[in-house]
């Protein structure tokens, strides 16, 4: 073997032993970023459940204290106490809404602040900082109901989930109301 076939030798094996350093080094940075990016989702999708559970929690609190206060049902409970879960409701939503606006993209964070200040209408009502009539009330809870359901979709989209839940498949749903006959209390 001469020297110019030892060279093309050489060089063929620097070669690929080169490209096989690439190929390896670029595998492993990708596969690297898909770790990450897997460990921040399931950070988001549990920053934006807990949130939607936190909100869903609160406007349970703020119906019971404003059918308590209104006489419409009673829970059998001091209002001091259902007002006291409202207030724990309130705080335990704000520390989730921080959650998701450190890890949520700019529509979910967007969405977000929607419905922290439709569920602060609610709060409210519930408490009596603010009066209406019970018909404004529903109209409150219909349009809380639609924030949380503007979150879902922008979460959806920022974790890369398919299909959504609203539109022609998914029409828009009221609130669910006993009859106008339900005994009360």
Known sequence: ?????????????????????????LMERSRHRH???TRWDE???DAYATYIDEVRAGIFAAVQLYEQREGIRSTGRPEQELAADLADAARLRGRAFERVLLLGGDDVVEAAHELNAR?????????????????????????????????????????????????????????????????VG
């Open 119 to 183: 569920t602060l209408e609610i709060d409210w009502q519930a408490s009596g900082k603010t009066t209406d009539t019970l018909e404004a009330w529903r109209e409150r809870n219909r349009v809380g109901f639609r924030a949380i359901t503007a979150l879902h979709e922008a979460a959806r989209v920022d974790l890369g989930v398919s299909g959504s839940i609203t539109g022609e498949k998914h029409p828009e749903r009221d609130l669910l109301l006993p009859p106008d006959d339900a005994p």
């Open 1 to 25: 073997m001469d020297t110019g076939e030892q060279l093309v030798t050489v060089a063929a094996v620097l070669l690929g032993a080169i490209t096989t350093h690439i190929t390896n080094f």
């Open 43 to 45: 950070k988001k999708l």
């Open 35 to 37: 770790e990450y990016r």
